[in-house]
Nanobody
Framework: QAQLVESGGGSVQAGGSLRLSCLASGLTFNDYTMGWFCQAPGKEREFIAAISRSGASTYYPDSVKGRFTISRDNAKNTVSLQMNSLKPEDTAVYYC?????????????????WGQGTQVTVSS
């Protein structure tokens, strides 16, 4: 049974940095594109970043491009999200997820497995 567990969330001031990690188990990790999403209260789940099976390709929306970096370690079954220059509007619960599709397929419904989420709060 696939399980994704996020860690690394917390509170930070605007302009600060956080690094989120996600440990996967119960699946063949390098068979999956891995992604990060966020969801703020009252809003839909939003795509943040994706990385291909090998790690060679990544994809970001304009809202985080240049500030966030996704990476993966297939030997350790982990995917990480380095978040720099954080803004108050980045405040949300952050989820990692696994998909059999490519990095540009960003609809949440195309991701088969999800973690429980980790809270990120950015204060001004």
């Amino acid at each position: 049974q696939a399980q994704l567990v996020e860690s690394g969330g917390g509170s930070v001031q605007a302009g600060g940095s956080l690094r989120l990690s996600c440990l996967a188990s119960g699946l063949t990790f390098n068979d999956y594109t891995m992604g990060w999403f966020c969801q703020a209260p009252g809003k839909e789940r939003e795509f943040i970043a994706a990385i291909s099976r090998s790690g060679a390709s990544t994809y970001y929306p304009d809202s985080v491009k240049g500030r966030f970096t996704i990476s993966r370690d297939n030997a350790k079954n982990t995917v990480s999200l380095q978040m720099n220059s954080l803004k108050p509007e980045d405040t949300a619960v952050y989820y990692c997820a696994a998909s059999v599709y490519g990095v540009t397929v960003i609809t949440p419904g195309n991701y088969a497995y999800w973690g429980q989420g980790t809270q990120v709060t950015v204060s001004s």
